[in-house]
């Protein structure tokens, strides 16, 4: 099946600063990439939909100015956490949709990012 | 919101079939039907899909009933290793639309 990548796996960070998460996708191309959140003992909470090349949207709930997200490319999507703060600290994971090939618009998922704040 | 029901947990012993329902009552007509896991601390891992009729890959085997109002998911020969929440997600396969996960059922396989 098709690969998707993040990067950090794990960050740790202090309380004001800004974090920086990558979505790979690494053998297929993805017009669409979702970003989800998922705290202990729950399901995932979609965030966003963001298209290459174009802004992202938000679910409602979701702050954007918290929660940057841009998708310059058909293979990178990036979400920035900034002014993170204790109760931001949580599970990411980003997903993408094939736009091609066998996998063609099925959605893979990536490894996850956790974020703890201190 | 999650459009389908699951049972919160099961248990299953190692070796024997492991049955997931799903109730998926107000499924539409161009709604197919999705299941993935995830264990542990690890990103969703997509298993099967089906729309009408049932499935089968090297994973597992998808059972959809004539109304296609459920669902079953069928692990045929459980191992440890997949002990893992099971999330059954009805979703149109075009455009944008994301999977939205709902609390799944957490399968535990017990030696």
């Known amino acids: 099946g098709a690969v998707v990548s993040q990067h950090p796996s794990w960050v740790i960070c202090k309380s004001g600063t800004s974090v920086k998460i990558e979505c790979r996708s690494l053998d297929f191309q993805a017009t669409t990439m979702f970003w989800y959140r998922q705290f202990p003992k729950q399901s995932l909470m979609l965030m966003a939909t963001?298209?290459?090349?174009?802004?992202?949207?938000?679910e409602q709930g979701v702050e954007k100015d918290k929660f940057l997200i841009n998708h310059a490319s058909l293979t990178l999507s990036t979400l920035t956490v900034t002014s993170a703060h204790p109760e931001d600290s949580s599970f990411y994971i980003c997903?993408?949709?094939?736009?091609?090939?066998?996998?063609?618009?099925?959605?893979?998922f990536g490894p996850g990012t956790r974020l703890t704040v201190l | 919101d999650a459009k389908t029901t699951q049972p919160t947990s099961m248990d299953c012993a190692e070796g024997r079939a492991a049955n997931l329902p799903c109730n998926h009552s107000t499924i539409s007509g161009n709604e197919y039907v999705y299941w993935y896991r995830q264990i542990h601390s690890q990103g969703p891992q997509y298993i099967i899909h089906?729309?009408?009729n049932n499935e089968t890959n090297e994973m597992a085997s998808l059972i959809i009933t004539e109304d296609r109002k459920s669902s079953t998911l069928i692990l045929p020969h459980a191992t440890l290793r997949d002990t893992a929440v099971y999330y059954c997600i009805v979703r149109v396969n075009s455009g944008n639309t994301p999977l939205v996960f709902g609390k799944g059922t957490r399968l535990s396989v017990i030696a």
């Open positions: 997903s993408a949709r094939a736009l091609s090939g066998s996998s063609y618009n099925e959605q893979f």
């Open positions: 089906g729309l009408k």
């Open positions: 963001s298209n290459e090349g174009s802004k992202a949207t938000y």
